[in-house]
Nanobody, 125 residues
Framework: QVQLVESGGGLVQAGGSLRLSCAASGGTFSIYAVGWFRQAPGKEREFVTA????????YYADSVKGRFTMSRDNAKTTVFLQMNSLKPEDTAIYYC??????????????????WGQGTQVTVSS
């Protein structure tokens, strides 16, 4: 069973940048879509971004378009989330997720079924 471990979270001032990583072990990774979700205090978990198993397509929530970029390195079984121009409303626990099925596009949040433990991102104003 795949294990996903996020890293790179922390405290940053508004306007700053962070780069999150998600490393996979214990299962196939390269043929699955991978996504990032986040959950702020008192709110439901929400979709942030996802990338298809080929890496050729990426999808972003409107709230992060133009600021966040997701990429993947299948050779290293790692995905990255570059977050620029961070805002206080980006504060949340960020979770990495893998699609349930191989060869998925990652287009729909319901595709995802394996989750990491999360990494905290805090943006101060």
């Amino acid at each position: 069973q795949v294990q996903l471990v996020e890293s790179g979270g922390g405290l940053v001032q508004a306007g700053g940048s962070l780069r999150l990583s998600c490393a996979a072990s214990g299962g196939t990774f390269s043929i699955y879509a991978v996504g990032w979700f986040r959950q702020a205090p008192g709110k439901e978990r929400e979709f942030v971004t996802a990338i298809s198993w080929t890496g050729g397509s990426a999808y972003y929530a409107d709230s992060v378009k133009g600021r966040f970029t997701m990429s993947r390195d299948n050779a290293k079984t790692t995905v990255f989330l570059q977050m620029n121009s961070l805002k206080p409303e980006d504060t949340a626990i960020y979770y990495c997720a893998r699609s349930r099925d191989p060869y998925s596009s990652g287009r729909y949040p319901a595709e995802f079924g394996s989750w990491g433990q999360g990494t905290q991102v805090t943006v101060s104003s």
